[in-house]
């Protein structure tokens, strides 16, 4: 069986030859379809995040899968992993064959192409979740969207667009925003007078931020007071500086959103949408890349150079 491994903290995967898994009482043998490259296993892969894998490690804390042997799924049943801490504290998805718990993993109703059925979980339910049940966002309502273009925020904006909102989509540079969906206002960070305007203008409702960074403390001026910030990501910066006194006067809620402690409804929130990435109505972009370029994948998420989510096909 083939995986890639991470044998030391902040080094790149080495994919290599491992024993096949054997699977005991209560557990499920799967066939990994695709697996993802995220941004969570760069995280984890430095060796600082809370949850710490012995090393060396199997990256991969999301997957798409089809059940080989188990006693509480059917074989040939399409599987998504969905556990919490596959890759965080244990191997992740990143080979060929796993055995984990019969609960760790998410039967799908309706069948979806393995590098969707890989992919759509977390930018979905952490998208709906942030907007809806943390942003508490309405019809005719004004939701700013960062990192628009990636997963989350690709996401965020087609949900929001469906719900009703205004969305006003916030990308990195100029040249991005002929990637936005018709019906959406794109505004380029890179635009000094566009962003003085949305400073000026504080009419946003809600900013759902998935980018972070220092720049986070601005951005949240562009909401109006009363509003909300929901915290999604950090691919511009793990640290944010508040000056209190501008803060506590803007009047703006700072939410955190992390489906790792929202687990039963993130899995409900999918159950939900499931029909609709199915159908094709809600849409995620996907780059696919083979086993052998993991290495590559992971350079190339951490630079934020792919288009969509970064997948392993197998």
């Known amino acids: 069986m083939r995986a890639a491994r991470i044998h030391n903290w902040d080094q ?11 699977r005991h009482s209560g557990e499920t043998l799967v066939r990994v379809d695709a697996a993802t490259v995220s941004h969570l296993d760069i995280t984890v892969s430095t060796g600082r995040f809370e949850l710490v894998p012995p090393l060396p490690y199997v990256p991969g804390c999301e997957g798409a899968a089809t059940v080989l042997e188990s006693d509480a799924h059917a074989p040939g049943t399409q599987v998504i992993f969905r556990d919490g801490v596959i890759g965080l504290d244990r191997d992740g998805t990143w080979r060929e064959q796993a055995v984990v718990p019969d609960d760790a993993l998410m039967p799908l109703d309706t069948p979806l192409d393995p590098t969707v059925a890989a992919t759509f979980f ?3 339910t952490t998208a709906y979740v942030a907007l809806f049940d943390v942003g508490v966002l309405e019809r005719g309502q004004t939701v700013l969207v960062s990192g628009a273009t990636g ?10 667009q469906i719900a009703g909102a205004e969305v006003v989509a916030l990308v990195s540079r100029t040249d991005r925003l002929a990637g936005l969906p018709e019906g959406v206002r794109g505004v380029a960070l890179d635009d000094a007078a566009a962003t003085s305007a949305l400073a000026a203008a504080k009419s946003a409702d809600l900013l759902l931020d998935t980018i972070g960074g220092h720049a986070l403390s601005e951005r949240i001026g562009w909401v109006k ?3 909300k910030v929901a915290c999604v990501g950090y ?9 209190l006194p501008n803060w506590f ?3 703006v809620t700072i939410a955190p959103v992390n489906l790792l402690n929202k687990e039963p409804r993130a899995q409900e929130v999918a159950r939900l949408l499931l029909p609709e990435i199915a159908g094709g109505k809600l849409r995620v972009a996907v780059e696919e890349f083979s086993l052998d370029d993991a290495p590559s994948a992971l350079q190339r998420v951490s ?12």
Request: charged share 10%; aromatic share 6%; no cysteine.
């Open 235 to 243: 691919t511009a910066g793990t640290e944010l500086t508040i000056y």
């Open 12 to 22: 790149p995967p080495v994919v290599e030859d491992l024993p096949a898994p054997t």
């Open 249 to 251: 006067f803007s009047d």
């Open 303 to 314: 630079h934020g150079s792919v288009t969509g989510r970064a997948v392993i096909r197998f």
């Open 122 to 124: 977390v930018p979905t």
């Open 151 to 160: 997963a989350v925020g690709s996401m965020a904006v087609q949900l929001a």
């Open 225 to 227: 007071p009363g509003g």
